[in-house]
């Protein structure tokens, strides 16, 4: 019968060709370097005997050699004469029976076998390794998501709440998709989301949680407009038409100031495109959403009657604060100006950065007062620097005659 031959195992190494083949397949699933598993791996196996061995502190030791796909665990111990710690210390025989060169106070590196760690201390290990995974994970669905912040992302609703309405957004980042959060006050009024509708939507910002990174998202932001535009307009997207500023109440109407340095560029024919097909596919992307888009001006007058559109204005009287102004527009035209519950006016405002005062032409106005100035700013000082001296004179005319 033949004789059954069986080979012989290294227990100083810490199963390493396999080991490397699992960061390898990490890698590829995961998308995460070696070099940060490898890092997260190796504090793992500390850990791990650290957990059934006190006293160890910093003395231990993981070489991990990726050319040779070994990875060895070494306890660094002074040779010592009589053994007071024997986590930190080792006897000069001992020492020699491993390293013959040994000598009373050397630093010699002791190799640990891996039978050694118990049950609870590879339980740790793995759940630091499984950790070290999340992390890296989550560290990369930060990074991307930092880098798209403000920009337009397309997600399939994969949950509703029932009792906030708020919706759960599945966006792909990479190979794996990423939960996004759109919260109530995210979503436009009137707009009903069911699961498996895809939707665009605005990123707003990611933010760290211990749960992981919290991706926020809107329907409603002013930049929604401004990102659609982007892609549907060439000459924004190139940069030869440039968006000033946007107004929006989402679900309603959005006012948009648009201007170009190019004199032979049309910057609201650019945005409206031919037969109004470039503007007619955003609206339809907000599902009728109105929109005005104006050309925005460096003069303030010039850029209020065009933000009041489509009104007509007499005129714009800029005030003396710089941030409030009187305008004069037809009888007719007045309810026009306002709009319904005030939103033209409103809208108007948010776009310029004026407090708007708008005025009938018939109705009788009140000159402009320029602020007068104070004259005597200068001189209250002085006046102020007399006050203690004549209180002084009082005092003393006072006690004169309890001297007396």
Not at 46 to 54: C, G, I, K, P, W
Not at 146 to 174: F, N, Q, Y
Request: proline share 6%; with cysteine; charged share 30%.
């Amino acid at each position: 019968m033949a004789k059954k031959t069986t080979k012989k195992v290294n227990n100083n190494e810490l199963d390493g060709p396999e080991f490397f083949a699992a960061i390898a397949q990490i890698e590829q699933e995961k998308g995460i370097k070696p070099g940060y598993m490898m890092e997260k791996i190796t504090q793992a196996l500390v850990t791990a005997y650290r957990r059934d061995h006190e006293g160890v502190g910093d003395n231990l030791v993981v070489d991990a050699n990726p050319a040779t796909n070994t990875v060895r665990m070494f306890l660094k111990k002074d040779v010592v004469e009589e053994v007071d710690n024997p986590a930190t210390e080792i006897s000069l025989a001992e020492a020699q029976a491993a390293l013959p060169r040994a000598q009373l106070g050397d630093v010699v590196r002791i190799e640990i076998k891996p039978k050694s760690f118990g049950r609870i201390a590879a339980q740790t290990a793995r759940q630091v390794i499984i950790q070290g995974i999340r992390e890296a994970e989550q560290g990369m669905v930060y990074d991307e998501f930092s880098s798209k912040e403000h920009e337009l992302l397309t997600g399939e609703v994969t949950r509703i709440d029932p009792r906030t309405g708020a919706a759960t957004l599945r966006i792909r980042s990479g190979s794996e998709f990423t939960d996004a959060y759109l919260g109530p006050n995210e979503q436009v009024k009137g707009e009903h989301y069911v699961e498996g509708q895809r939707l665009k939507v605005y990123m707003v910002e990611v933010r760290k949680a211990t749960k992981g990174p919290q991706v926020l998202i809107s329907r409603t932001h002013p930049g929604l407009v401004k990102v659609l535009l982007e892609l549907e307009v060439p000459d924004i997207f190139d940069g030869t038409v440039e968006i000033k500023s946007v107004a929006r109440e989402a679900g309603s109407r959005t006012k948009l100031a648009v201007w170009s340095a190019d004199p032979n560029v049309d910057p609201i024919g650019a945005c409206v495109g031919p037969r109004g097909q470039r503007v007619n596919t955003i609206v339809e992307e907000l599902k009728g959403e109105k929109m005005d888009i104006i050309k925005y001006s460096e003069d303030p007058a010039e850029y209020i009657a065009a933000a009041l559109s489509p009104a007509d204005v007499i005129s714009v009287d800029p005030l003396p604060d710089g941030k409030s102004c009187r305008v004069v527009v037809p009888d007719d035209q007045l309810s026009l100006a306002i709009g319904k519950e005030g939103q033209n006016a409103r809208l108007a405002a948010k776009l310029t950065g004026f407090k708007i005062d708008i005025k009938p032409a018939s109705a009788p106005l009140e000159p402009i007062e320029e602020p007068e100035e104070d004259l005597f700013a200068e001189e209250a000082p002085a006046e102020e620097a007399e006050a203690p001296a004549q209180e002084v004179a009082e005092t003393e005319n006072t006690e004169a005659p309890e001297e007396a």
